[in-house]
């Protein structure tokens, strides 16, 4: 079964940058369209971003023009780069395959001065 682990989650300051990975286990990874998502406390789990296997990149509107995703096939992992950070972003942040409804544990982002 595919596991995915993601990290690169921490504490930053408002307007600072993050970038999170989620590395996979299974070899068929490039084959996957992969997502991110987000739950903030006392709310429901939200679309981040997607990339599909064939480059295509897709945003939720307040992602559009800080985040940027990205994936690495041969290293298994997809990638969420976070830049102008804002407190609203604080949530905890998961990756998603989404061919075979994997999720990985998710890593918490914390947004605050």
């Known amino acids: 079964q595919e596991q995915l682990v993601e990290s690169g989650g921490g504490l930053v300051q408002p307007g600072g940058s993050l970038k999170l990975s989620c590395t996979a286990s299974?070899?068929?990874?490039?084959?996957?369209?992969m997502a991110w998502y987000r739950q903030a406390p006392g709310k429901q789990r939200e679309f981040v971003a997607r990339?599909?296997?064939?480059?295509?990149?897709s945003y939720e509107s307040f992602a559009k023009g800080r985040f940027t995703v990205s994936r690495d096939n041969a290293k298994k992992t997809v990638y969420l780069q976070m830049d102008s950070l804002k407190p609203e972003d604080t949530a905890v942040y998961y990756c998603?395959?989404?061919?075979?409804?994997?999720w990985g544990q998710g890593t918490q982002v914390t947004v605050s001065l």
């Open positions: 990339i599909n296997s064939s480059g295509f990149l």
């Open positions: 998603n395959a989404i061919d075979i409804s994997a």
């Open positions: 299974d070899s068929g990874f490039s084959t996957y369209d």
